[in-house]
């Protein structure tokens, strides 16, 4: 198996929507707030800005027009639930 030797725990899923899986990487150091989502052969990272209420994309792989438009609408119905889970690590910065 190809993960057979990953510890899924450094990959905390925050929640699977619409068949998107929002995680993050518990291991990234002082990055600031942000979350990672893959849907089939499509993934991505936004920055998470939680005072103003925005993000924005670092990087995408895979993602159509319409599957950038339903990520960005999963984040922001989930805004509060994410910025909830980023700000309960145990490092969270």
């Not at 190809?2 to 998107?20: A, H, K, Q």
């Not at 991505?44 to 800005?49: E, M």
Request: hydrophobic share 40%; charged share 30%.
């Amino acid at each position: 198996m190809l993960f057979s030797t990953y510890n899924w725990d450094d990959m905390p899923t925050i929640l699977i929507v619409r068949g998107w899986r929002v995680f993050f990487y518990s291991n990234e150091g002082s990055e600031p707030m942000h979350v990672h989502a893959r849907k089939g052969g499509a993934e991505c990272k936004f920055w998470i800005d939680a005072a103003r209420f925005e993000i924005e994309e670092d990087f995408e792989r895979g993602l159509t027009p319409q599957l950038r438009r339903e990520i960005r609408q999963v984040i922001f119905e989930h805004f509060d639930e994410i910025c909830a889970a980023w700000n309960a690590r145990g490092d969270a910065r």
